[in-house]
C-alpha cells in the first residue's frame, strides 16, 4: 500500500522541506504541492489523495477552512494539520472538522515519521474491515494518541526522542530488536538501547529473548497494552 500525500503550506522552501520528508518515509508519496487553500482544493479536484499535511497559515483562507470543505464534499481525504499555530481554539477546531494530528512547528523528522507510520499503521487496521472488539477499537481511537512516555525522563534524555520509540514500538506488529527499533526511529543503536531500558525500568516495555542457533539470544521488545 502506497499512500499519496499532498504537502501545502504557504512557505515553498517548507513545503520543499515536509515533501523531502516524507519522500523519506517508506510507504508514503507526494503527489502534489500546494501555496494556498484554493490550489490545495484544485489538486484535490484534479486527482483524490490519501493524506492532507496542511498548514493552517495559507494566503487565501486557513487551513480549517480547506478541510470543512473536504467535509462538505464527503472527500474520504484524511488530514495532518502541520502548523505554527498553537493556540487551544485552532487545535479545538482542528479537531472538530476531523483532522486526525496536529503537529506543531518547529518540528524533526522523526517527529513526523512518528505519525506518518502512526498513520500508515492506522490504514492497515481500517482496511482489514469487518467487526472489531471494543479492544480493537481502542487500538483504531488510540492509534496517532500522543500521550506521554513516562511521568519523568531522566536529565539528558530527550521527551521527542522517547516519543518516537514509543511510537515505533505501538505501531509494530510484533516484538522487534534494538536495531530494528534504532532504524524506524531515525537514532543509533546506543540510543535505542538507552530509551528502551529507560522504558522497560517505567514498565512501558517488554522484553523478551530469541534464542537461535548459537551465540547470544537476541533482545526483542514490545510495547505492554494498554499503551
Do not use: C
Not at 483524490?48 to 495559507?58: R, S
Not at 505519525?115 to 471494543?134: I, M, N, P, S, V
Not at 530469541?210 to 510495547?223: D, I, K, L, V
Amino acid at each position: 500500500m502506497t499512500i499519496g500525500v499532498l504537502v501545502v503550506d504557504d512557505d515553498t522552501r517548507v513545503a520543499e522541506i515536509n515533501a523531502a520528508y516524507v519522500a523519506k518515509v517508506p510507504g508514503f508519496r507526494v503527489v502534489a504541492r500546494a501555496h494556498s487553500a484554493a490550489e490545495a482544493l484544485d489538486r484535490i479536484h484534479a486527482a483524490p489523495v490519501d493524506l492532507i499535511l496542511l498548514d493552517h497559515y495559507l494566503p487565501d483562507a486557513n487551513g480549517l477552512t480547506v478541510v470543512a470543505e473536504l467535509r462538505r464534499l464527503d472527500r474520504e481525504t484524511d488530514v495532518i494539520m502541520v502548523t505554527a499555530a498553537r493556540d487551544v481554539a485552532t487545535v479545538q477546531a482542528a479537531m472538530r472538522h476531523g483532522a486526525l494530528q496536529y503537529l506543531v512547528k518547529p518540528f524533526t523528522f522523526a517527529g513526523l515519521r512518528a505519525k506518518l507510520e502512526a498513520y500508515a499503521a492506522l490504514r492497515r487496521t481500517l482496511d482489514g474491515g469487518g467487526e472489531a472488539e471494543q479492544a480493537e477499537v481502542d487500538r483504531i481511537f488510540g492509534a496517532l494518541a500522543a500521550g506521554s512516555v513516562a511521568p519523568e525522563l531522566p536529565k539528558g534524555h530527550s521527551p521527542t526522542t522517547a516519543g518516537v520509540v514509543r511510537q515505533v514500538l505501538l505501531t509494530a506488529d510484533g516484538p522487534l530488536s534494538t536495531q530494528e527499533i534504532a532504524d524506524r526511529a531515525g537514532v543509533s543503536r546506543q540510543t535505542a538501547q538507552r530509551y528502551l531500558k529507560l522504558l522497560e525500568k517505567a514498565g512501558r516495555v517488554r522484553l523478551t529473548l530469541r534464542y537461535g542457533e548459537t551465540g547470544r539470544p537476541e533482545h526483542r521488545y514490545a510495547w505492554t497494552r494498554p499503551a
